[in-house]
């Protein structure tokens, strides 16, 4: 019996091979590069659509060095994940807060976080990449950052992809007070 990656590699070679016969390695690596980077530069792709409606602040920000990269972790409230506020004595906003070591990224830094711009939210709208510095975490040593998904285990869904990633970070300045609600954080 064939586990699922096997049927599907060999479901994929005889789709694609045109003989029938098997293809190496090699061939089959190349023809997928080929064909992720000719999906993610056709006209009307998920990239173009992302960077098609962001402002001249946020394309600088994708386009410019990063100021930091750091692995990602998510955190939520309820079962055992964050409660009560932040270090700054503010409520965590969800998709929006993001605890760090402060000795790498400053806490009161506005963050625009490249991988996060397009993400789909729960509420029918997509991440515009900004996130706040107002947290901290006795895990969070070094260039690690935990970013606040919302209440429960669900809300950690739309992010899923990027735990465990290193994220490209730009510092997109200094906010005083606690980090905005949605309605206001892009403005």
């Not at 055992?80 to 806490?107: E, F, H, K, Q, Y």
């Not at 506005?110 to 993400?119: A, H, N, Q, S």
Request: glycine content about 10%; hydrophobic content about 40%; some cysteine.
């Amino acid at each position: 019996m064939l586990s699922t990656a096997a049927a599907l590699a060999t479901l994929w070679t005889m789709a694609f091979s045109g003989s029938g016969e098997p293809v190496p390695y090699d061939t089959a690596v190349v023809r997928d590069a080929a064909i992720v980077e000719a999906a993610a530069t056709a006209p009307g792709s998920i990239k173009t659509a992302e960077t098609a409606d962001l402002s001249a602040e946020q394309l600088e920000l994708m386009s410019g060095d990063p100021d930091w990269r750091a692995s990602a972790r998510l955190y939520h409230a309820g079962g055992g994940g964050a409660t009560g506020n932040d270090s700054l004595g503010c409520r965590p906003i969800p998709m929006r807060t993001v605890a760090v070591d402060p000795r790498v990224i400053p806490r009161r830094t506005k963050l625009f976080i490249r991988e996060t711009v397009g993400l789909p939210l729960s509420n029918g709208e997509v991440h515009d990449g900004y996130w706040y510095a107002s947290d901290t975490g006795g895990a969070i040593k070094g260039a690690k950052i935990d970013l606040y998904t919302g209440h429960g285990r669900a809300s950690m869904r739309p992010a899923m992809s990027l735990n465990m990633k290193t994220l490209t970070i730009a510092d997109a300045g200094d906010f005083d007070g606690c980090p905005p609600a949605w309605e206001t954080a892009s403005n």
